[in-house]
């Protein structure tokens, strides 16, 4: 019986790219690196900020790499919801979830996160964040699962884990928990065939993966 759905959060519950992308430029364009457009902002998510940096500017210089990651954090938490939503089914859905729990994981900051979620009104849904700095490594470790998973009292086979990318799924999987990617977020599907489950249109086909699980386990 699944009980707990720990989510991703970028590219999964909210598209932030276009934020995200804002807050990169403003901290690469002074150092003289041209700025990026939302679809290579969307490829390049995923690993956390100063992984993010690294892949634009290689990691040979960590000075530059921590003078822009600052910039890019300073500008960010001001500028966090600007343009960042839930996607279509995102805000029903968890509605509709409330007799599990529920739980995010992701690789942005545990702040940055809470402030995100705040800003669009979805915090009250979740029982725990963990951010990519809660923990001593973050995902495709299944050290924050494994964290999600102590704090709430759950078993690995009572839990689903939702996510757009591959550190997602591996994470899960490692965590030994089964998988759903979803199609709408920032990874090709043919990244995500690792999954147990594929939903491609929106968080509501969630719904009749559940009802699949729990009716199996009754």
Same mark, same amino acid.
């Given at each position: 019986?699944?009980?707990?759905?720990?989510?991703?959060?970028?590219?999964?519950?909210?598209?932030?790219?276009?934020?995200?992308?804002?807050?990169?430029?403003?901290?690469?364009?002074?150092?003289?690196?041209?700025?990026?457009?939302?679809?290579?902002?969307?490829?390049?998510?995923?690993?956390?900020?100063?992984?993010?940096?690294?892949?634009?500017?290689?990691?040979?210089?960590?000075?530059?790499?921590?003078?822009?990651?600052?910039?890019?954090?300073?500008?960010?938490?001001?500028?966090?919801?600007?343009? =960042?939503?839930?996607?279509?089914?995102?805000?029903?859905?968890?509605?509709?979830?409330?007799?599990?729990?529920?739980?995010?994981?992701?690789?942005?900051?545990?702040?940055?996160?809470?402030?995100?979620?705040?800003?669009?009104?979805?915090?009250?849904?979740?029982?725990?964040?963990?951010?990519?700095?809660?923990?001593?490594?973050?995902?495709? =470790?299944?050290?924050?699962?494994?964290?999600?998973?102590?704090?709430?009292?759950?078993?690995?086979?009572?839990?689903?884990?939702?996510?757009?990318?591959?550190?997602?799924?591996?994470?899960?999987?490692?965590?030994?928990?089964?998988?759903?990617?979803?199609?709408?977020?920032?990874?090709?599907?043919?990244?995500?065939?690792?999954?147990?489950?594929?939903?491609?249109?929106?968080?509501?086909?969630?719904?009749?993966?559940?009802?699949?699980?729990?009716?199996?386990? =009754?």
């Amino acid at each position: 019986m699944i009980r707990l759905l720990i989510f991703d959060l970028d590219g999964t519950l909210v598209d932030t790219s276009q934020d995200i992308t804002n807050a990169l430029n403003h901290a690469l364009v002074p150092e003289g690196i041209n700025p990026l457009t939302n679809e290579q902002t969307r490829r390049l998510v995923g690993d956390g900020i100063t992984r993010l940096i690294e892949k634009i500017i290689g990691n040979e210089d960590l000075m530059l790499v921590k003078k822009i990651r600052e910039r890019f954090i300073s500008f960010y938490e001001q500028h966090i919801a600007d343009y =960042s939503k839930p996607y279509p089914g995102v805000i029903d859905t968890l509605r509709s979830l409330d007799g599990f729990k529920k739980a995010i994981v992701t690789n942005k900051l545990e702040a940055l996160s809470r402030k995100l979620l705040l800003e669009l009104k979805m915090l009250s849904f979740f029982d725990l964040i963990v951010g990519g700095d809660t923990t001593p490594e973050k995902k495709p =470790s299944p050290l924050p699962v494994i964290r999600v998973l102590e704090e709430l009292g759950i078993k690995p086979e009572e839990a689903l884990l939702i996510g757009d990318g591959t550190t997602d799924i591996e994470a899960g999987k490692k965590a030994g928990l089964k998988t759903v990617a979803v199609g709408y977020g920032y990874r090709p599907k043919e990244l995500l065939q690792d999954a147990d489950f594929f939903i491609e249109k929106d968080l509501s086909e969630l719904i009749p993966v559940l009802e699949r699980l729990n009716s199996y386990s =009754s």
